[in-house]
């Protein structure tokens, strides 16, 4: 209903243009025409301003109209452009008058809402109504030309042809639309279901990778308790036995609350912290672990910029992926932090030297347990990108070459988005 409710004030702002031009039209050739009459100027005048009345009417309605309701106003607008004709043609008293032309508004508009009878029908009338005018003209002022007949005749032929030409136009145009709304709606269809099918299968990896997770500190456990309550179990042994457990168990409760981070992030606490002093503290903690391999890290100082973060979770996000960074650059490579604050937003990035990642771990970096060490959680980036999301940013690997891979993590100062 949008679309005809647009065409119709398409045809709104065409007949205004059309009164427009006629009236100019007269104006200019009154050698030819007469001066255009009081009655004519009202009369063009009042169809002028009830066409601008139709148009703000249907500009107000905002495309809500039913198509009764629109079909119900083409009838009465075409029956109103016929009369104006008539009237005008009456006023004018011509056999050539250039108001004819005006008929060619309802043959349009018919071809365009209703259906081929109508449009038939409406091209009957105006047909019709010229040559009757000529018939009616030449009767009351004799001796007929046979030229202003054939003009007539041939004003009708084009009205036919406009008519007959047009309704398959728009018949097809609008079985188009009818064919792209529907696929429009199974591409939608499909959407949800592809997007119900990956959150279902997302939750499906979730839960076997906590599965997966959980399942090896809890055999291990069981087996040592069971080892260590065997009565023939020496006692080092059973010492060992219960180390491992509580080992196990301190793992487990790593892991939960490392779910739990993710699952589960807070609102920021907004506190107000000092960019060089955020950096600063990051490379300082991972400096020692940093050095085990002769690896270099540092921080590129910045003036003394200010930002209100969630200071513990922004911290935690950074020393995950420094130290990702750490584990994957090779003996003797560099890793850098740097920092820009812009009006809004803070970006933080983490380059290393290391290999780029492969395009195969590539999709699956941020998603919850996918590691490639042996002892890892998978939840680090998952984490990081949580956190940079709950302060209305995100993170991305914005660079992977051989030598330089970074991570770049923006912040907002107001938050925006809160997962």
Request: charged share 20%.
């Amino acid at each position: 209903m949008e679309d005809l409710s647009r065409q119709k004030s398409v045809f709104s702002f065409i007949t205004l243009s059309v009164l427009a031009m006629l009236l100019l039209l007269h104006t200019i050739f009154a050698s030819i025409l007469g001066e255009p009459s009081p009655a004519v100027i009202g009369l063009l005048g009042l169809a002028f301003a009830l066409t601008v009345g139709e148009l703000t009417w249907l500009r107000s309605r905002g495309g809500q109209l039913t198509e009764r309701a629109i079909k119900i106003e083409s009838c009465i607008s075409i029956a109103a452009i016929v009369v104006l004709t008539a009237l005008l043609a009456y006023i004018t008293n011509r056999d050539e008058s250039p108001y004819f032309v005006l008929l060619a508004i309802p043959i349009l508009q018919c071809a365009y809402v209703f259906g081929l009878l109508p449009t038939v029908l409406t091209i009957v009338i105006s047909d019709g109504m010229i040559l009757f005018w000529l018939w009616r003209f030449f009767a009351l002022h004799p001796p007929p030309r046979v030229t202003q007949y054939l003009e007539g005749g041939m004003l009708s032929v084009i009205y036919i042809l406009i008519g007959l030409l047009v309704w398959p136009l728009v018949n097809r145009l609008k079985a188009n639309q009818l064919k792209l709304s529907r696929t429009l709606r199974t591409l939608q269809a499909t959407r949800e279901r592809l997007i119900t099918e990956e959150k279902l299968a997302a939750v499906g990896r979730l839960a076997s990778g906590i599965a997966h997770e959980i399942r090896n500190p809890v055999a291990m456990i069981s087996t040592s308790l069971a080892t260590a309550a065997d009565l023939e179990t020496e006692e080092d042994e059973r010492k060992e036995m219960f180390a491992i457990a509580a080992r196990e168990s301190k793992r487990l409760e790593y892991l939960t609350a490392d779910f739990l981070a993710y699952a589960r992030p807070s609102t920021p606490k907004r506190s107000t912290v000092l960019i060089n002093d955020l950096l600063s503290y990051i490379a300082g903690v991972t400096k020692a672990h940093a050095a085990t391999r002769s690896i270099t890290i540092s921080s590129e100082q910045m003036e003394d910029l200010s930002m209100d973060v969630d200071v513990p979770l922004v911290e935690g996000a950074l020393l995950n992926l420094a130290l990702n960074a750490i584990d994957a650059t090779p003996e003797g490579g560099t890793i850098k932090l740097r920092a820009a604050l812009t009006e809004d937003t803070l970006c933080v990035e983490i380059e290393d030297s290391g290999p780029r990642i492969p395009e195969s771990t590539l999709v699956r970096i941020f998603e919850p347990f996918f590691t490639t060490k042996p002892a890892g959680t998978g939840l680090g980036l998952a984490i990081a990108r949580s956190a940079a999301r709950s302060h209305g940013g995100d993170l991305w690997l914005s660079n992977n070459q051989d030598g330089c891979v970074r991570f770049s993590m923006t912040l907002n100062k107001f938050t925006t988005e809160h997962l």
